[in-house]
């Protein structure tokens, strides 16, 4: 009765979602001729000048403006609007935009370009303050110029197509590389001179752009519900073969029912979250190729230290959870546990390094020592759109509360997630849990801004690691940069600033009438124009 009950539940959730998927397609865009990306977190904006650390967002805008560089599945830095970046000292970056590149409209893709949208992302009226603009020469330590500045200092035009960037201090490139060279998507000088800084925050002119650099412009919008883009004929890297690409924005319960009817065709690694009880279901389906991603995004739980100040209840909260239990049951075992932020993926991760194991009668007695009476209660803020956390999360309340820790969740939508730190309203959160992707190469930026103090996440800092951050800004051994994170990984595990619920090993689908395209974490849209829909 409960499997009958289940199907009868998919084939609802399918004709919902065919509904859905119809009433939001662009007009006269036939299904034959449109790609589904099926993701699980809304769009929170798709104007460069405030781009945030939110990767949707940044998937998102990227279709319509090139970022300088990107990352490739094979976690290698490849050239996007830029074919290089350079440097002999770490302090002076020179970005060479192609040659080739063109806007939609014709006209040359510069350096002036690239000097113009950063002069106005560091702009008081835009208020970007999560691109770590204070770094460059010239820009304030709050990230942003003087109102009404026409340059800045750090960001030179050297010829029509180089652009040299100054840092305050050293900087790795491959630190560059993801912190600027990812996030920076220009815009055109010429089109958007004529809107005013106190205008730009909320042009709608960026909600459907007539002049673009990548490989489509939006049609229509919802943020809530869907992206959709038409191709953009003139891209000069080859105008895309599919036509019309939507970005679908469903719960993740319905993406099972969308691969299955083929109203969704794709999914990404980190954007979508299958719901692991999918995944067997997902796997049978004869018209859809499963890939699994390698273990990168962490589910990290984010204490915020200033409001959960004793590191004896930190620790406690980590040896009351059965993580490698959760692992198991839930995620059906694709993924890993992990103490801090590294995970096996990527080059830096120290394998010596042991978890902290399941222990109750360990943490009843760090809240014995740290006089905890119980009468506390502690709020924890997570993602509603992650379904297999919000059930991973009632299993952690509940053995928390077997060692006399009381949580209160409260289950919010991803964008009004990323607010929490900074809403006055719930600045007395003691843990905020999200997928975060550490980016496997260089987790320096995240490091960096997470363990940096008061404002931050965890409002934690220490100097061993303010010590160790700077050395790896300095070093170009990878050897040396592995055991300088080490240091930092071996302290959050000590201090418990943050953990790691898991590391997710994310299942990917693809429709098989789709070629030239996979799931992946990184490098999901590098080549979108060659994806193309089997004759």
Known sequence: MVSNMKKLLKVLLAAVLALTLTACSAAGNAVADTVNVGVTSPVGLLNPLKMDGVEINKYATGLMFLPLVEIDPELNFVGQLADSITTTDNLNFDVHIDETAVW?????????DVAYTVLRMASPSIGNVTMQLYNIVGVKDDGMVEAGADSIEGVQVIDEKTVRFTTKFPMGLTSFQNAYGRYIMTLPKHIIEQFSEEELP?????????????????????????????????????????????????????????????????????????????????????NIKVIYGTPVTNLSVFIQTANVPDVRVRQALLYAIDREKILSDLLKGKGEIVDGFLSSAGPFYDETMVPFAYDPDKARALLTDAGWDGTQVLTMYIDSGDSTFVNAAAVMVAQWAEIGITVEIRSVDLNTLMTVPTDESTSDYAMMAVQYTYPPIDPYADVFWLLGGPGSWTGYSDPAIDAALVDVQNSSDTQAVKE???????????????????????QGAVNNRLLNAEPSAYGFFNEVQNWEIAQ
Do not use: C, M
Request: hydrophobic share 35%; aromatic share 12%; net charge negative.
């Open 104 to 112: 939609s409209d014709g006209q040359p893709i510069t350096a002036e």
């Open 202 to 286: 909320t042009a709608e002119w960026f909600n459907q752009p007539d002049v673009v650099s990548g490989p489509y412009f939006v049609s229509d919008v919802d943020f809530n519900h869907y992206v959709s883009y038409q191709a953009n004929e003139q891209y000069w890297r080859g105008a895309p073969s599919i036509k019309n690409l939507n970005i679908r924005i469903v719960d993740g319960s319905q993406l099972y029912a969308g691969l299955q009817s083929g109203e969704i065709d794709i999914t990404h690694h980190t954007l979508s979250s299958i719901p692991q009880e999918d995944y067997e279901s997902v796997e049978e389906l004869d």
């Open 484 to 506: 300088l994170y080490s240091i930092i990984n071996r302290k959050v595990q000590e201090d418990v600033p943050l953990f790691s619920a898991y590391v997710i090993s994310p």
